[in-house]
């Protein structure tokens, strides 16, 4: 079994990077794992409309029995003896339950077991299993508890079988992509396998908790390079055609992230075109105002600011560098004596922070040289 299950269609993720920088630069706008220290505390939801309530979880319940299943005897809570790459950390995730002690499942269950199972190789299977099901039972009351034991059973066994259409869609898409191209034929026949096994697997309202986001971000990335691999379509069409299609996505979080980065895509292309132009920095204010209005308008303003700033420090001291590298080779100095005074001038131009710049920066610069030649 996989250290990492989060996605059943990563290698679509992957692909679409070389095909469209856009695709691949969502992956920083999807949902962020907010870490939950969950040994002290868990989280339950209060929500008036579903009638779940907030329960105080800082304690073992005293409800929550020992199962004898895969000798989890071993733990009291399940955090006893984490391996090192657990240690030192929060637990991810949480169990939400109502004010009936009901399980209400969340895309943070799920966090919670990829957690735990993130681990494996360092411990066994059963070792893990052990682990979660002490974890869940010695934090949650009945029957939740049982209820979420019984997903994560249910959770193992679909990794376990999903392993298989991975390795084999990911064959294919390799071979596919030998000439460049995404074959989203194959992609929509491994969509299809995996949401019939995900309904063998889980009731309809775990797979929407467990997957329901991660399939929007997939079914973006896919459409995404559909449109990118139209040839029919000019520049502006695919952008018509990307902002249509998010236009029409269900009003959620993750149609405010991508339109959000629609903006970002869009910003960065049209600052790099009117730069090259030699747009003004007024220019460049009003454009960006329009796009992302004027508080973000004025933090980029005043970034540019800062780099041309740098920029023109820089070039300063390449200068007066390769001067003093000129000098020591003509032996009118050492190089000891050249190297110090290379070091007193990166600390007249510099502050610490800039000066572990310095390095990659100049690679950066030379990178663009040569590509510009």
Aim: aromatic share 6%; no cysteine; net charge negative.
């Amino acid at each position: 079994m996989s250290n990492n299950r989060r996605s059943p269609f990563l290698i679509v993720a992957a692909i679409a990077v070389i095909i469209a920088i856009t695709v691949a630069v969502i992956v920083w706008f999807k949902p962020s794992n907010n870490s939950v220290n969950a040994s002290e505390s868990l989280s339950t939801t209060d929500n008036n409309d579903t009638g779940n309530s907030s329960i105080d979880m800082t304690q073992p319940s005293n409800g929550a029995g020992m199962s004898s299943n895969q000798n989890n005897t071993e733990f009291a809570t399940g955090l006893e003896n984490l391996p090192r790459s657990l240690q030192g950390t929060d637990v991810d995730g949480e169990i939400i339950i109502d004010e009936n002690k009901q399980l209400v499942v969340t895309e943070g269950l799920r966090r919670l077991f990829d957690y735990f199972l993130s681990a494996l190789g360092e411990e066994e299977e059963a070792v893990i299993y052990a682990r979660v099901e002490s974890y869940i039972r010695s934090h949650t009351p009945e029957p939740a508890a049982s209820q979420a034991v019984t997903i994560f059973d249910q959770y193992i066994a679909y990794l376990k079988a999903i392993a298989d259409i991975e390795k084999k869609y990911g064959n294919l898409q390799l071979q596919a992509t030998k000439s460049g191209s995404l074959d989203l034929n194959v992609v929509a026949q491994q969509k299809q396998e995996v949401a019939k096994l995900r309904q063998q697997h889980f009731a309809k309202e775990t797979i929407t908790a467990f997957f329901g986001t991660e399939d929007d971000y997939d079914d973006y990335s896919i459409e995404m390079v559909r449109i990118n691999q139209d040839n029919q379509l000019s520049d502006s069409q695919k952008e018509a055609a990307r902002q249509d299609y998010i236009s029409r996505m269900p009003d959620n979080s993750t149609k405010a992230n991508l339109a959000q980065q629609a903006n970002l895509n869009e910003l960065i292309s049209r600052t790099e075109q009117m730069q090259a132009k030699g747009a003004t920095a007024e220019e460049l204010y009003n454009m960006r105002r329009e796009l992302v209005g004027a508080p973000a308008a004025a933090r980029l303003q005043q970034v540019d600011q800062e780099d041309a700033n740098f920029d023109q420090r820089f070039n300063q001291y390449q200068v007066q560098k390769q001067r003093l590298l000129s000098q020591s080779a003509d032996k009118a100095q050492t190089n000891k004596q050249a190297q110090t005074q290379i070091n007193q001038l990166e600390q007249q131009l510099f502050n610490d922070t800039e000066r572990k710049r310095l390095s990659g920066y100049a690679a950066l610069q030379q990178q663009k040289t040569a590509n510009a030649n």
